[in-house]
């Protein structure tokens, strides 16, 4: 399966498991936001939301964007886009092996069709 | 060729639900899984092949197998192997059993850099000789998973398909 992990970064994961790092990412979905406006809306020192701020920097989750002498945080896209193709890979595969088994499902039952579900004390002559 | 639809869901913010339903009796379909032989003929993705299967069907017991790409269509997949490891835990045969999917080497090492998936399969008997398959795998964090919901990155998941290989073609 691994050949279909697009890129997955688990750090991405750990990262936001961080209750106030998450707290941060849902605030940063309305938009950008100075450091000390996200100090403000969590309640915490400044300081300490720098800290929070770094590691999800350092983690591809947000960056930086200087506006006249402003520094605002926003999200990247790219670690969610990447958590979003690994949910829609897993579905595919498996979409791709129920698809497999009911051709398969199909191929044994019309050689050797059962006589009825709930009564087939044999069902091992099947293999 | 198929009628049966798989049918996707979320519950609890970390678990994805897919459902599907099969027309054969649960205990064929339920067989289907633990037996070698049954599973190397339809556990690979298109175009993936399943040259090694290997099971031990008890609770703690061990499965692996390798999922190797023979499609040259599948550009630089084509030729890749891809192990996986299983652990069972618990095991309630036709109804259920449940296990741990690792990505993992040939050796069966686990591959502790990517993430683990608890797996629960139900095989639901819906009597006329068909069976309803749900799959919900339990994500290894839930909170990034809801993120994602959140963001509403997940609506209409079949038009995401064509990002995905996008997305695919871009990781390489």
Known sequence: ?127 | MTNNAIVSRVENENVLVLERVFTAPRELVFKMFKEPEHLKRWWGPRGWEVPVCTIDFRPGGIWHYCMKCMDQNQGDFYGMESWGKGVYKEIDEPNSFSYTDYFSDAEGNINEELPATDIVLEFVDLGDGTTKLVNRAVYASGDALKTVMDMGMLQGISETWDRLEEALQAAK
């Open chain 1, 1 to 127: 399966m691994s050949g279909h992990n697009p890129g997955l970064d688990m750090t991405t994961l750990s990262a936001l498991s961080e209750p106030n790092r998450k707290h941060i990412v849902e605030l940063l979905r309305d938009g950008p936001l100075t450091v000390g406006e996200i100090a403000d809306k969590l309640g915490i020192r400044q300081p300490q939301a720098s800290k929070h701020l770094k590691v999800l920097s350092d983690n591809g989750i947000v960056e930086v964007k200087a506006e006249a002498n402003r520094r605002f945080y926003k999200l990247r896209p790219e670690p969610f886009h990447s958590l979003d193709s690994w949910v829609n890979s897993f579905r595919r595969i498996w979409e791709e092996r129920y698809d497999n088994l009911e051709n398969y499902l199909r191929e044994l039952q019309s050689k050797e069709p059962l006589p009825h579900p709930n009564n087939n004390p044999n069902e091992e002559d099947l293999q």
